[in-house]
């Protein structure tokens, strides 16, 4: 540190030394031959690291959300929630961080990607990859065998992010899981209702639900002569289907995962086949797949699931689809995931492609992998993909050039004359003693024209107005904002004020 001052100094010195030579106007050899004196001494003493500019940005793979980008989040949210709680859902919350030995193994290859904390006091912790683990985490540990929850929290996964699809290291997750012994493929039906109920209601575009059993990919494999040692890795090639032609999946299953290219051809002939109830019809008769115990199981499960979806008037939505493999270890059972037919094209927008926007499955083992002594207790679930929904809707609004409210205040406190900063406080306070969502201007004496216009551009949809006359009488003067018409009544008696609000917002008269 101390050569180094000492080198700013020289630095300093010389740098004077030579604008006082320019300034005396010396000759050009002189200032020339002091200039490079000038510069082997900063070339000596480098660049200050203390000094580097900071750049101000979020980590890669995350982002910040401006008020109006939160409105539309909580609008979604709120879809969500609802749809949750109509189906008798509680909510739970799980740290954000587990043990790290609680995550791994629980997601096949895509392991790798789950963040490692540093090691503090002892304890080796990974950031939460799904909320689906942690859930089993917290019924063993507590000892549950029936439940049914949803949770939304943020999830983090060391991703190569892609923002413009809504795929980020740093994301949401709103998951809805039922979990204990039920009676086979109604509460999967379920399961499905509500996904179909949520995608439906965010009004997001057409939508299909892929459907698949994980008994019947491990029975196909099987007869195609995969060896049991190789069943994840090649379902997790199988899953890029969606993504990839079916040539690069194979290409990937021979040259990278040393499968025999007769066996992939196999493969080929079974997971590009997708249809409805008559197609499990035609597997349940094939002649080498029915003969599987797995297979025939998923078979029969699914054919029971295609009739609960029947009834429950979403059969027209779902696609029996043997490519789908989602690549969890954890899966079990039946699996399926929502995928936007096409984008939502409004006017004025380009094509945004963003891949699933629901998913889930049945997982009977993995609650069993955390217990002592192993005991199961049956789980199934679906995850919404809430950032890639909110890519679609934020882009939608953009396009439209919609106007969004980004606070929920009812009404400005507002004042006509000067000297009325203590009513004005009187009367906010009332309101808000009420449960009335209200606001004022922070100024003594704001114009009233100045106090409208910040109506105007908050959305605020009514304006109290006092003034001294208003005061001697005992009346507010309620005024429509959007219209800028005073409402019927003009003068609003103030006791009468609340309920009059409330009225005209569509607020509950009283909150039983």
């Known amino acids: 540190m101390a050569e180094r001052a000492a080198l700013e100094e020289l630095v300093k010195l010389q740098g004077e030394r030579v604008r006082g030579l320019k300034q005396q106007k010396a000759s050009a050899e002189l200032i020339e031959e002091e200039v490079a004196k000038l510069l082997k001494l900063k070339a000596q003493l480098g660049p200050d690291e203390s000094k580097q500019k900071f750049v101000l940005k979020t980590p890669k793979g995350t982002r910040d959300y401006s008020p109006r980008q939160m409105a539309v989040r909580e609008k979604v949210f709120d879809v969500i929630i609802r749809c949750f709680k109509r189906h008798g859902a509680e909510v739970i919350d799980t740290p954000v961080f587990e043990l790290k030995e609680t995550l791994m193994g629980k997601y096949g290859e895509d392991s790798k990607l789950i963040y490692d904390l540093k090691d503090q006091g002892g304890e080796l912790l990974s950031l939460r990859y799904d909320l689906t683990v942690p859930f089993a985490r917290y019924l063993a540990m507590n000892k549950l065998t029936n439940i049914k929850r949803y949770h939304i929290a943020k999830v983090y996964r060391r991703d190569n992010p892609a923002m413009t699809r809504g795929r980020y290291r740093e994301f949401y997750q709103c998951d809805f899981d039922i979990a204990g012994n039920f009676d086979p493929m109604i509460p999967d039906a379920e399961c499905l209702k509500i996904m179909c109920e949520i995608l439906s209601s965010l009004q997001i575009g057409d939508f299909l639900v892929k459907v698949n059993d994980r008994r019947i990919l491990d029975g196909m494999f099987a007869i195609c002569g995969v060896s049991d040692s190789k069943f994840r890795t090649i379902c997790s090639s199988v ?45 349940l008769q094939d002649p080498k797949l029915s003969q599987n115990k797995q297979a025939l199981e998923g078979l029969g499960d699914l054919k029971l699931l ?63 992998m955390f217990d002592p002594k192993g005991r199961k207790v049956p789980c199934v679930g679906l995850s919404i993909g809430v950032e890639r929904i909110f890519s679609i809707v934020e882009q939608r609004l953009e396009a439209l050039e919609e106007k969004i409210r980004t606070t929920e205040t009812q009404v400005l406190v507002a004042s006509a004359q000067k000297k009325l900063l203590e009513e004005r406080l009187k009367l906010v306070s009332e309101l808000w003693d009420a449960g009335i969502k209200a606001e004022l201007l922070y100024k003594k004496n704001p114009k009233l024209l100045n106090q409208l216009q910040y109506c105007e551009e908050a959305g605020i949809p009514l304006v109290a107005i006092i003034g001294e006359q208003e005061l001697k009488d005992g009346v507010i003067k309620l005024r429509s904002v959007t219209s800028r018409e005073e409402v019927r009544e003009v003068d609003v008696r103030r006791e009468d004020l609340v309920e009059e609000i409330k009225r005209r917002t569509g607020q509950p008269l009283c909150i039983c």
């Open 239 to 283: 899953d890029k289907l969606d993504k990839v032609s079916w040539e690069e999946v194979k290409n990937e299953m021979v040259g990278e995962k040393g499968l025999a290219p007769e066996v992939a051809d196999r493969i080929g002939d079974y997971v590009q086949q997708h249809g409805g109830v008559s197609l499990v019809e035609q597997l």
């Open 306 to 368: 295609f009739e609960y979806l029947t009834l429950f008037g979403i059969d027209d939505k779902i696609s029996f689809d043997l490519s789908l493999a989602r690549g969890l270890d954890y899966y079990t059972g039946v699996i399926y995931e929502a995928v936007l037919l096409q984008t939502p094209a409004q006017a004025g927008e380009e094509p945004l492609g963003v891949g699933s926007v629901a998913a889930g499955g049945r997982y009977d083992g993995l609650v069993g």
